[in-house]
């Protein structure tokens, strides 16, 4: 039984075959090489587009961090503050480094943390009486603690990655560098009082007069923090990959039989379905592997928190779904996978790499489904961004904008199959491997007489002949035995 899958020739099984010199091979050889060279070319700019999206978000993006602002923030109204205020501004901007500007008014350091937990990358902010107390400690004694002086605020669940790179380092760096330096004015300044015998100081205002105490407003410290919305999207969209090819290579019976309308609703349905199914199962594992400390390092999860990341991922899921499978049913085989391509890197993109950091090209990815689906998922586990209502907006505009998208591939899809322009695999006309069950010469509409047991409104369909000698049945696709 398996003799003719062996090397050496076998008289009567191999008969009638031919070698690949033969020349009747020839003009197949021909045909198929072009179409390998075709596919060649493809694959090479998709993947150079692929690698310049990716790498081309983050190149030489540090010259870019001057689109990050932090702020300064006198709360003090003394000397420090105003001193504090102008070391910032005077010092010489690095070109790597996030730009110092003005910060909000606010009236106590609680406003200026809910100020930058909703709209800011992080500020200096000079405690309120820091001046008072340090004069307090140097002319009367009282008790001193450097580190009221100042406040570093920063916000780690805005984007882990840009704020352990640019932000928090630049805020830290220009904190200690106000100090020494402020530090040394202070001593000098007060070794050149002259002494005075009723004088009590606190030496420890002398020797250490300036600190700062670090506060995260959106704590984002969990170990699966930078990879839970990026690396979970992205393993969705590729189970997505692996279910909708061959949803579009089985659907040939659909097309042929089921109507216009009822398509659209089964494919939406079945797209939802699906989303809601996958989307669960990242839910379920960011519930095992959000680690023992997360409660510690963010916002205490709740059931409401699972709810809102599994809906959250479920309307990621559901638009790249829709998206893709729209793409999938009127592209060629051959370029299947370029739907892949142009969903999954513009949305790894756009979590990978901040907006204020991308070039200007890349800043339209920020209406993507990651990038929303990974702000509302931040905002949900670590407080930070604005409300989650524009993403979520966003998110279900694109939903809605993708289903006219999905109505009018199907559309495409069934006229092309019923009119023999596609074939069930989605060759085209023309292509070298097209072989269409319904030839596009034999696809009539006929009008059948009514009959005394059929209804009028029933009377009038459409009739496809088949190619005579073809056995190719039309109402599956598959061979007819």
């Known amino acids: 039984m398996l003799g003719k899958y062996t090397w050496r020739h076998l008289p009567g099984e191999d008969d009638g075959r031919v070698g690949l010199a033969d020349r009747g091979m020839r003009a197949e050889f021909k045909r198929r090489l072009l179409h390998y060279l075709i596919l ?90 820091a001046t008072e107390r340090l004069e ?77 105490t670090i506060v995260d407003v959106a704590p984002a410290g969990f170990s699966i923090a930078p990879l839970m919305s990026t690396f979970g999207y992205l393993h969705i969209t590729l189970c997505l990959v692996g279910i909708l090819i061959p949803w579009k290579l089985s659907s040939f019976a659909f097309f042929a039989k089921v109507r216009y309308r009822d398509l659209v609703a089964m494919w939406s349905v079945l797209l939802l379905c699906t989303a809601l199914i996958l989307s669960l199962y990242q839910a379920l594992a960011f519930v095992a592997f959000r680690g023992p400390n997360y409660d510690k390092l963010a916002l205490p999860y709740t059931a409401a928190t699972f709810f809102k990341l599994w809906f959250t991922s479920a309307g990621v899921t559901m638009a790249c779904a829709q998206w893709m499978f729209s793409l999938f049913l009127v592209l060629t085989p051959s370029t299947v996978t370029l739907a892949s391509i142009i969903t999954i890197l513009p949305n790894v993109v756009s979590t990978v790499t901040v907006v204020e950091l991308a070039p200007a090209f890349f800043r339209i990815f920020y209406a993507l489904p990651f990038y929303n689906g990974a702000n509302i998922s931040l905002r949900v586990t670590t407080g930070a961004h604005r ?95």
Request: a neutral charge; aromatic letters at 8%.
């Open 40 to 129: 060649a070319v493809i694959c090479s700019v998709m993947i150079w587009t692929g690698l310049s999206l990716f790498l081309g978000a983050a190149y030489e993006r540090s010259t870019r961090a001057h689109n990050i602002g932090l702020h300064v923030i006198d709360l003090d109204g003394g000397s420090i503050g105003g001193n504090v205020t102008q070391m910032v501004f005077a010092a010489k901007p690095e070109p790597t480094a996030p730009t110092w500007v003005p910060g909000p008014r606010v009236s106590s350091l609680d406003e200026a943390k809910a100020w930058v937990l909703r709209h800011g990358w992080g500020a200096l902010v000079i405690n309120s009486g």
């Open 136 to 212: 307090r400690a140097l002319y009367a004694g009282a008790s001193y603690s450097p580190t009221d002086v100042m406040t570093v605020i920063i916000s780690s669940g805005r984007h882990y990655t840009t704020e352990m790179l640019f932000v928090t380092p630049t805020l830290i760096t220009t904190a200690q560098t106000v100090s020494r330096q402020l530090a040394l004015e202070l001593v000098t300044a007060f070794q050149a009082l002259p002494p005075q015998p009723q004088r009590q100081t606190n030496y420890v205002a002398v020797t250490n007069p300036i600190g700062y």
């Open 387 to 481: 409300e989650a209502a524009r993403e979520a907006g966003i998110l279900a505009g694109e939903i809605a904008l993708m289903v006219a998208g999905l109505a009018l591939a199907v559309w495409i899809r069934q006229a092309c199959l019923l009119r023999g322009i596609s074939d069930a695999q989605g060759w085209y006309r023309g292509q070298p491997y097209y072989s269409s069950p319904i030839p596009d010469d034999k696809a009539t509409a006929e009008q059948r007489p009514p009959s005394q047991s059929q209804p009028a409104s029933t009377a009038s369909s459409i009739q496809v002949l088949d190619r005579e000698g073809d056995n190719t049945r039309l109402t599956t696709g598959n061979m007819a035995g």
